[in-house]
């Protein structure tokens, strides 16, 4: 495991060419890519912010007409220690819909556990709207063979207006 930082060789001039040496760096002036191993001391278990086997889905660009998505299912009992939702709805000049109150959420199938939502209300012509919602706790269960969705508006359109939202969900499968 590692962490990345990219340098501007440029904003190195400050330096001596004896200290760039000293530090392993280039005196080009062009991008230079380190990558560097996460200490041991912070790779013990229960010591953020590292967790043993974390797995990432996500999904961006998700409109109603597709939904619900799939995020994933799991195959183990598995934990979801982080999820964010991101969700936008945007009319046009000619949207004559009148008051509409769009929404997304994430929730797990079997349960029926929604872990996050966001909801906008649309009124009018030309309107631009955005909620984040974000959630990061001790691991929330989730069974095997359990899907975790998102599910946008119900799977309805608004006629001239676009709706999109994004998902990440970090989970651990032991």
């Given at each position: 495991?590692g962490w990345q930082?990219?340098?501007?060789g440029?904003?190195?001039?400050?330096?001596?060419?004896?200290?760039l040496a000293l530090?392993g760096?280039?005196?080009?002036?062009e991008q230079?890519?380190q990558t560097?191993?996460?200490?041991t001391n912070?790779?013990?278990?229960?010591?953020?912010?590292?967790i043993?086997?974390?797995k990432?889905?996500?999904?961006?660009?998700m409109a109603?007409?597709?939904s619900?998505?799939?995020l994933v299912?799991?195959g183990?009992?598995s934990?979801i220690w982080?999820?964010?939702?991101?969700?936008?709805?945007?009319?046009?000049s000619t949207?004559?819909?009148?008051?509409d109150?769009?929404f997304?959420?994430?929730?797990?199938q079997?349960i029926?556990?929604i872990i996050l939502?966001c909801q906008?209300?649309i009124?009018?012509t030309e309107?631009?709207?955005?909620?984040?919602?974000v959630?990061?706790l001790?691991?929330?269960?989730?069974a095997?063979?359990?899907t975790i969705?998102a599910?946008?508006?119900?799977?309805n359109t608004?006629?001239?207006a676009?709706?999109r939202?994004g998902?990440?969900?970090l989970?651990?499968t032991?």
């Open positions: 495991m930082s990219t340098v501007d440029d904003n190195l001039a400050i330096l001596t060419a004896n200290q530090l760096l280039a005196t080009k002036a230079i890519t560097t191993d996460i200490p912070i790779q013990t278990l229960g010591t953020p912010p590292y043993p086997n974390l990432a889905a996500s999904f961006t660009q109603p007409a597709g619900p998505y799939s299912t799991v183990a009992a934990r982080y999820a964010s939702l991101s969700f936008a709805v945007a009319t046009d949207y004559a819909g009148g008051a109150g769009p997304s959420e994430l929730y797990i079997t029926g556990e939502a906008l209300a009124n009018g309107q631009a709207l955005n909620s984040d919602q959630l990061s001790g691991g929330i269960p989730v095997a063979g359990d969705f599910n946008i508006n119900n799977g608004i006629a001239d676009i709706i939202a998902a990440v969900v989970y651990t032991p």
